[in-house]
């Protein structure tokens, strides 16, 4: 028709990709190394399809963004725990009227959407994504980074010593354990968040760092699951999403770009490096085909804001009635 091309279906399922990356996904619907216990799709009482707006309803009432602090058990026992933030980060941060969220989808690349991401009053941004260089199309502005306990990990990141990570408000994230039982979590994170944790904040005293609560990343994954036909991946969800939920909490109004791909859509996994993979975009290890479902599905801006853009928007915690 050559008006508007497609858009991400809200209906995506794994049997619409490619082998591959399907046996990718059954194998984490299988594996449960999180131990998630949640009836799978189909297998209880579905659910009718629940709209937008009933979806955002749920959403504000069951994913409260909490971080941690130092009177938390076991932290409390430790003499490092005054290195946490004091109070929540919803207690020290925002709020803030518009905020952009930035994807790091190879489809941010030759988007021009830099100054209009920067014209937000917040910007979040993800792991290892750089402004420098590419502020045309992702602008230079960052407020939060969110970053998971492997990119803190990982020699490769130099997350201690980069400059990459010096602005903004950091915040960390690690999968847990499904009970997220903070004694549990401590004893088994995935990566050692912790202790890269006290290592950064004695580098950089100054700059705020907080963790994200491992239930925020739980509660979001049963959300996504309830609302789904399928069976998801049993990992926790994306940082996009996360990231996503967080800025909805804090904001009016929330606009997320090449979340859901764009006209630019591409195979390339990141703006800023020459990896080719569609699993960036479609999920492997992250349910993200269905986060994906589900934002498309409380989007209340237009299918060509999408198609031009990449640009989803979606309502704050505090602007909609329930
Ligand atoms: O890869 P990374 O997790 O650092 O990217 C940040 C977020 O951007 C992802 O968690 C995902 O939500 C989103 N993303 C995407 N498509 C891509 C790459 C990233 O939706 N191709």
Request: net charge positive.
């Amino acid at each position: 028709n050559g008006t508007l091309g497609e858009v991400w279906d809200d209906e995506m399922s794994s049997t619409m990709l490619g082998q591959r990356l399907r046996k990718v996904v059954q194998n984490y619907q299988a594996m449960n190394k999180y131990g998630v216990q949640f009836p799978d799709a189909g297998a209880g009482v579905r659910h009718p399809k629940r709209s937008g707006p009933e979806l955002l309803c749920q959403l504000r009432d069951t994913v409260s963004i909490v971080t941690l602090t130092p009177d938390m058990e076991p932290f409390a026992r430790f003499p490092w725990a005054t290195q946490l933030p004091a109070r929540p980060l919803s207690m020290e941060v925002g709020p803030f009227k518009t905020c952009a969220v930035v994807s790091s989808a190879g489809s941010m690349k030759n988007s021009g959407l830099g100054r209009e991401i920067d014209a937000h009053d917040a910007v979040v941004r993800f792991n290892a994504a750089p402004t420098t260089g590419f502020e045309k199309d992702v602008g230079s502005k960052t407020t939060i980074r969110l970053i998971n306990s492997q990119v803190m990990a990982s020699e490769d990141h130099r997350f201690l010593s980069s400059s990459l990570y010096s602005t903004g408000i950091l915040v960390g994230w690690d999968p847990a354990p499904y009970s997220s039982d903070l004694s549990e979590w401590y004893n088994k994170t995935d990566y050692p968040i912790f202790q890269q944790y006290q290592r950064y904040r004695r580098l950089h005293p100054q700059q705020p760092f907080y963790i994200l609560h491992p239930r925020v990343e739980w509660q979001l994954w049963n959300r996504i699951q309830e609302n789904m036909a399928e069976p998801i991946q049993k990992n926790p969800p994306s940082s996009g999403l996360l990231g996503t939920v967080l800025m909805m909490s804090l904001c009016e109004v929330v606009h997320v770009y090449e979340f859901l791909p764009s006209r630019r859509k591409t195979e390339l996994c990141h703006y800023y490096q020459r990896f080719i993979d569609a699993a960036c975009t479609l999920g492997a290890y992250h349910p993200l085909l269905y986060e994906k479902n589900l934002v498309k599905r409380m989007n209340q801006g237009l299918n060509r804001d999408i198609y031009t853009h990449g640009r989803v928007t979606l309502p704050g915690y505090s602007t909609f009635n329930c």
